[in-house]
């Protein structure tokens, strides 16, 4: 089975600043997809960048980038710039290519954006 | 387009009540979704439909069930609530054929059981 770790339960910088949020996960796939979501306070779930397995380089969406290591089964997600709209919960999650399409979650981290 | 609906957004039972969380979605995706979120343990699978007329247990199904009523609907039920049932549900949908997609959301349930 696979399951995803995120070490951070809680993290805080000040706006403008880069923070990166740590990743981890297992499984024995060689194909698969790794996502960052965003919850702010009002619940909702937003997709905010996804890298597939197989790609090499790493994916970015205006200020967020992942370091995607395969190897190592990490997947950390960077924000450069930071907002304060950006203070939210983020969850690291998992999907295998083949077989039972189910989405794995990490616990989540929460981050504070300080003015 | 409204995406992924959940009815209620609010709900509190007493322990024992029986009650039926409401999904729909618009897009039309074949698998369809329910997860929890409890603080410090992220969302986890309750049940997923991968097409209409199937339906599978995932991580936490206990104490729930559910009905694909038809592409767009996909219903959760509590038989008898307790208080560990206590949490923010999520359905979600997805495209069978383009994991890479992702999934889209509803905007959630907080289900408070006392």
């Known amino acids: 089975a696979q399951t995803v770790t995120q070490s951070q339960p809680e993290m805080s910088v000040q706006e403008a600043e880069t923070v990166t949020l740590s990743c981890t996960y297992d499984?024995?796939?060689?194909?698969?997809?790794l996502f960052w979501y965003k919850q702010p306070p009002s619940r909702q779930m937003i997709l905010v960048i996804r890298?597939?397995?197989?790609?090499?380089q790493n994916a970015t969406e205006n200020r967020f980038s992942v370091n995607f290591q395969k190897a190592a089964k990490s997947f950390s997600l960077k924000i450069s710039d930071s907002q304060l709209g950006d203070t939210a919960m983020y969850f690291c999650?998992?999907?295998?290519?083949?077989?039972?399409?189910?989405?794995?979650f990490g616990q989540g981290t929460r981050l504070t954006i300080n003015p | 387009n409204a995406g992924v609906t959940q009815t209620p957004k609010f709900q509190v039972l007493k322990t024992g009540q029986s009650m039926t969380l409401q999904c729909a979605q618009d897009?039309?995706?074949?698998?369809m979704y329910w997860y929890r979120q409890d603080p410090g343990m992220g969302l986890r699978l309750i049940y997923y439909?991968?097409?209409?007329?199937?339906?599978d247990k995932g991580e936490v199904p206990n104490g729930y069930n559910v009905s694909r009523l038809n592409k767009r609907e996909f219903s959760l039920r509590l038989e008898s609530a307790a208080p560990s049932q206590t949490s923010v549900y999520f359905c979600?949908?997805?495209?069978?054929?383009?994991?890479?997609?992702?999934?889209?959301f509803g905007s959630g349930t907080r289900l408070t059981v006392v």
């Open positions: 979600a949908s997805s495209r069978t054929l383009d994991r890479g997609y992702g999934y889209t």
């Open positions: 499984t024995s796939e060689n194909n698969y997809y």
């Open positions: 890298q597939e397995a197989y790609k090499q």
């Open positions: 999650a998992f999907i295998r290519i083949q077989g039972a399409q189910k989405l794995v």
């Open positions: 897009m039309n995706h074949n698998s």
């Open positions: 439909s991968a097409s209409e007329g199937t339906t």
